[in-house]
């Protein structure tokens, strides 16, 4: 399994700002995921990150909403620009494991925009 | 797309009964299916998977078994402990589609001692 450590784990945000979240793995893993946790709800695919391209967004989610960085294999970074109280959830990264099915999560970071 | 149904949304049991959530699939194309544990403040941690290849599959308390004809996969855990108490969450996905799981809408379980 991997380890995943998520930065901040927790924030308080403005309106209007911007909060960069980062996610660190033990090892080198070729997909990394961001998912979105609305309160007391499910998870949804933000989008999937690849080193060396760009990010692939579902549907209902946007790059300038969203940028997200992937510069190497351990590491990414998911940014939630121009903040509304609507962005208030938990931001969870994943990575694959070993086998390409299994999936394994970030703590989560809990974002709350006043 | 694929959409997942999960029931029911709360389980309260008593510890050391048993606990069951299901779970519904609508694409036929899904051939993975893993189950998550969530405690309060942490991420989704796997606790077991099955593949369509197979029906049943068992882990000690925890069992899950899949029923491709009816696109249903259910979650069995015996002997509840307090321990098991959070939110279980169940998904779907295409085995070419890493990370690309549909979650349902998770089930919290709540075992009193």
């Known amino acids: 399994s991997a380890v995943i450590s998520q930065k901040p784990s927790r924030d308080i945000c403005q309106r209007g700002t911007s909060l960069t979240i980062q996610c660190q793995v033990d090892s080198q893993v070729t997909m990394m995921f961001w998912y979105r946790q609305q309160p007391g709800q499910s998870l949804t695919l933000i989008a999937t990150?690849?080193?060396?391209?760009?990010?692939?967004?579902e549907s209902g989610f946007v790059i300038d909403k969203f940028p997200i960085s992937r510069p190497n294999l351990t590491f990414s970074t998911l940014t939630v620009s121009n903040m509304s109280p609507e962005d208030s959830s938990i931001y969870l990264c994943?990575?694959?494991?070993?086998?390409?099915?299994?999936?394994?999560f970030g703590p989560g970071t809990r974002l709350t925009v006043t | 797309g694929e959409n997942v149904e999960q029931h029911p949304s709360t389980l309260s049991v008593q510890e050391g009964d048993s606990a069951v959530i299901k779970c519904t699939y609508s694409d036929s194309a899904s051939n993975y299916f893993p189950w998550y544990k969530q405690e309060l403040g942490k991420g989704p941690q796997l606790i077991i998977d099955?593949?369509?290849?197979?029906g049943e599959k068992k882990d000690q308390r925890i069992a899950v078994t899949l029923n491709k004809t009816a696109k249903h996969f259910s979650l069995h855990i015996t002997e509840t402990q307090p321990e098991d108490s959070a939110v279980y969450f169940c998904?779907?996905?295409?085995?070419?589609?890493?990370?690309?799981?549909?979650f349902g809408d998770g089930t919290t379980l709540t075992v009193k001692p």
């Open positions: 099955i593949r369509s290849n197979v």
């Open positions: 994943s990575v694959d494991g070993q086998d390409i099915n299994e999936q394994y």
């Open positions: 998904a779907a996905s295409i085995e070419t589609n890493a990370g690309k799981s549909t």
């Open positions: 990150a690849n080193q060396g391209s760009e990010a692939t967004y």
